[in-house]
């Protein structure tokens, strides 16, 4: 019923930035919850940034500072900019939404397919 569609995952050199867009699909999102995650290989699925009703947004851990989610409700879309990144950022990111709990460590009904985002030092 709905499908999260990501894209703007790529290569890029230590410093530079990316765009994450993920585009949802089949039900206006306007006040639930949007999230980003992101997984490295043999680490944990690691939350990353959430944006929610009222444009109210929530960061944590490494990525604070460098990170923005932002919210384009006419196009359905939720986008995470990376600045500044770091080798250490390498992993699929993936969006999700319409949590049932934290927007932190709840219970997301729809999750993207992930993007690779790789950075090289």
């Known amino acids: 019923q709905v499908q999260l569609v990501e894209s703007g995952g790529g290569s890029v050199q230590a410093g530079g930035s990316l765009r994450l867009s993920c585009a949802r699909i089949g039900r206006t999102f306007n006040g639930d919850a949007m999230a980003w995650f992101r997984q490295a290989p043999g680490k944990d699925r690691e939350f990353v940034a959430a944006i929610w009703s009222g444009s109210s947004t929530y960061y944590t851990g490494s990525m604070k500072g460098r990170f923005t989610i932002s919210r384009d409700n006419a196009k359905n879309t939720v986008y995470l900019q990376m600045n500044s990144l770091k080798a250490e950022d390498t992993a699929v990111y993936y969006c999700?939404?319409?949590?049932?709990?934290?927007?932190?460590?709840?219970?997301?009904?729809?999750w993207g397919q992930g993007t690779q985002v790789t950075v090289s030092s």
């Open positions: 999700a939404a319409d949590v049932a709990g934290s927007v932190v460590s709840g219970t997301y009904k729809y």
